[in-house]
Nanobody
Framework: QVQLVESGGGLVQAGGSLRLSCAAS????????MAWFRQGPGKEREFVGATSKSGDIIAYADSVKGRFTISRDNAKNTVSLQMNSLKPEDTAVYYCAADGQWRPWGTAVAGLGSYDYWGQGTQVTVSS
């Protein structure tokens, strides 16, 4: 099993920045792709971005491209999400997810069903 714990959420004004972190523990050697998803009020959970096991392949949702940056540190078993130029529509609970099996990199990285492990989520609120 793999446990994921997110941190770094909070309240920020529009245009501000936040950095989220996700710490993995347990059978971390079995973790491949790691991703961030978010779920806004009254909305479905949606893909934000993902990084391959090596960290050299990264994908982002169009809505965050150019504003958010994912980084991965396998030595520390962490993945981070740097969020800049935040907008009120970025308000959501942000979840870290991990895939426990290898699969070819592709569109599946954006799918909820591709991930075996999930964190409890951290709230990000962006005020206008």
């Amino acid at each position: 099993q793999v446990q994921l714990v997110e941190s770094g959420g909070g309240l920020v004004q529009a245009g501000g920045s936040l950095r989220l972190s996700c710490a993995a523990s347990g059978r971390t050697f079995s973790v491949y792709t790691m991703a961030w998803f978010r779920q806004g009020p009254g909305k479905e959970r949606e893909f934000v971005g993902a990084t391959s096991k090596s960290g050299d392949i990264i994908a982002y949702a169009d809505s965050v491209k150019g504003r958010f940056t994912i980084s991965r540190d396998n030595a520390k078993n962490t993945v981070s999400l740097q969020m800049n130029s935040l907008k009120p529509e970025d308000t959501a609970v942000y979840y870290c997810a991990a895939d426990g099996q290898w699969r070819p990199w592709g569109t599946a990285v954006a799918g909820l069903g591709s991930y075996d492990y999930w964190g409890q989520g951290t709230q990000v609120t962006v005020s206008s």
